[in-house]
């Protein structure tokens, strides 16, 4: 018997593809989905509606040239992009289903839920190691007892990939870590407010080679019960790390969008746009 996966029809209630026949398969479930979603900086328009579908325990790459908007996306996916006086936005941006730009829905809702990391490790240098780690905590109104959070520092250390390292050394500055190592501090501060979406901005650009590897690992690890998206220039990391790449471009002046996205062994081995193919091969970005 061969099933048509074109045929089928997605039912977002029991989350299951129905086929021509009534036969229900589980669908893929999706931690967020951007609808339409277009963004002006003043009078700059940088995004044209933009729709993606982010899986859930999945790591999603976003790729595409310099300036072609794939890090105001990942800002507008926890409200980050609001933070900027000439921002403006439209379109829907969907958390398990619910709009986080619902007026009814607090920001810290999208920040406790969708943890960011940045480009350059950004830890509090003076705080001790583990200070860094829940520093978020208090931000986002969690409250934890002492004895929990000596547990929460081991674990989100363990899940960054972290402990073995500073185990011993847990009330040392944060400043004091290398490079690589004050990144994986970074991811275990994001992750002690328990997201369920990890946004990683160009995480290994200022890091050396091993240091890559190591947040690579991390990332590996992480995913599974977390959901990333990662916006990267580096075409082996999307490779390496991502299930999903979506091929961001802004075409002589137009604002950005997806060319084309879907899981990554095709967008590399076999994609449906001359320009992604063009793209990932490296003839130009
Ligand atoms: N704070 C800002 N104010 C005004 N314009 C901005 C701001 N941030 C980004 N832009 C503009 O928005 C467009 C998209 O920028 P964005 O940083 O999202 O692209 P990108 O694809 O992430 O680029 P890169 O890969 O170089 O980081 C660019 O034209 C950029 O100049």
């Not at 940088?46 to 999945?58: I, M, N, Q, T």
């Not at 599974?224 to 471009?249: K, Y």
Request: glycine content about 10%; aromatic content about 4%; charged content about 20%.
């Amino acid at each position: 018997m061969s099933l048509d996966l074109a045929e089928a029809t997605r039912d977002p209630l029991t989350e299951t593809l129905v086929l021509a026949g009534g036969l229900a398969l589980p669908a893929e479930r999706h931690a967020m989905q951007a609808k339409a979603v277009s963004a002006w900086f003043g009078t700059h328009k940088v995004l044209e509606r933009v729709s993606l579908d982010v899986p859930a325990g999945k790591v999603t790459a976003l790729i595409g040239p310099s300036g072609c908007g794939k890090s105001t996306f990942l800002r507008i996916l926890n409200r980050m992009h609001e933070l900027v006086p000439s921002a403006a936005l439209a379109g829907e941006v969907l958390l398990d289903g619910e709009d986080i730009y619902d007026p009814g829905k607090r920001v810290t809702h999208a920040r406790r839920n969708i943890g960011m990391v940045f480009q350059k490790p950004n830890p509090f240098p003076a705080m001790s190691i583990q200070d860094n780690v829940v520093a978020g905590l208090a931000l986002t109104g969690v409250r934890v007892s002492s004895r929990a959070r000596a547990d929460l520092v081991e674990e989100c250390l363990t899940r960054a990939g972290l402990w073995n390292e500073v185990k011993d050394r847990l009330r040392a500055p944060g400043g004091g870590l290398s490079g690589g190592q004050q990144q994986r501090l970074c991811i275990a501060r994001s992750l002690a407010v328990r997201p369920r979406v990890l946004l990683m901005d160009e995480p290994c650009s200022a890091l050396d080679p091993t240091s890559t590897r190591r947040v690579e690992e991390t990332i590996a690890a992480l995913k599974g019960d977390m959901t990333v998206v990662i916006v990267t220039h580096n075409m082996q990391q999307a490779a390496r790390v991502s299930d999903r790449c979506a091929f961001f471009l802004a075409e002589a002046g137009t604002p950005g969008g997806i060319v084309e996205h879907g899981p990554t062994a095709a967008m590399f081995g076999d994609p449906q746009d001359q320009r992604t193919a063009d793209y990932v091969n490296g003839r130009f970005g």
